[in-house]
């Protein structure tokens, strides 16, 4: 298992999407917050896409998400 961590800046702006969005919206972005954790927790080097400089990009909609292992 792998420690998920987020940045002060990317939960910030989770957290102003999820404030300005419909009651379905946030059902969408809290359901692909969670299974983007669950899946960077099991296995982050096999999730999403690489990109330069050790990056990845990993698309849950309505999130996309870039994230280093």
């Known amino acids: 298992m792998y ?3 987020w940045t002060k800046s990317a ?3 989770l957290a102003e999407m999820w404030l300005v969005s419909d009651s379905s919206l946030r059902d969408a972005i ?3 917050a969670a299974q983007v954790d669950a ?3 099991k ?3 096999e999730a999403g896409e690489s990109r330069s400089d050790n990056r990845r990009i990993l698309f849950m909609p309505p999130l996309g998400v870039s994230f280093v292992v």
């Open 39 to 41: 899946l960077l927790a």
């Open 43 to 45: 296995s982050p080097a």
């Open 11 to 13: 939960l910030d702006e």
């Open 3 to 5: 420690e998920v961590r």
């Open 30 to 32: 809290t359901a692909a």
